[in-house]
Nanobody, 123 residues
Framework: VQLQASGGGLVQAGGSLRLSCAAS????????MGWFRKALGREREFVAT????????SYADSVKGRFTISRDNRKNTLYLQMNTLKPEDTAVYYC?????????????????WGRGTQVTVSS
């Protein structure tokens, strides 16, 4: 399975971006998916996760109410709509496919990882 994240860029604080993650290869729509991010000098952190059906989602407290995770299994694509962006959201964002059908917040629960896309929020 190959995952390719896209949609990152430079945006002013308060702005919006929509990230996409396209899956290819031996893909499965029966797995949970997630978004993580890593800022310079900081540990990788959980952002959001979604189950295989798209019916259950979970978010980090820092993004709750601002970010929305979704998926389109017909297109093998995962999304992250990011609104009201803050400078502290600046990071490389990674998508990942979980080992199970449920979503998860722990990185160890994920098998495949994309390369990441840079998001920079200016103040």
């Amino acid at each position: 399975v190959q995952l390719q994240a896209s949609g990152g860029g430079l945006v002013q604080a308060g702005g919006s971006l929509r990230l996409s993650c396209a899956a290819s290869g031996r893909t499965s729509s029966n797995n949970g998916m997630g978004w993580f991010r890593k800022a310079l000098g900081r540990e990788r952190e959980f952002v959001a996760t979604i189950d295989w059906r798209g019916s259950s989602t979970s978010y980090a407290d820092s993004v709750k109410g601002r970010f929305t995770i979704s998926r389109d299994n017909r297109k093998n694509t995962l999304y992250l709509q990011m609104n009201t962006l803050k400078p502290e959201d600046t990071a490389v964002y990674y998508c990942a496919q979980a080992r199970s059908s449920a979503g998860a917040s722990q990185p160890t629960m994920y098998t495949y990882w994309g390369r990441g896309t840079q998001v920079t929020v200016s103040s």
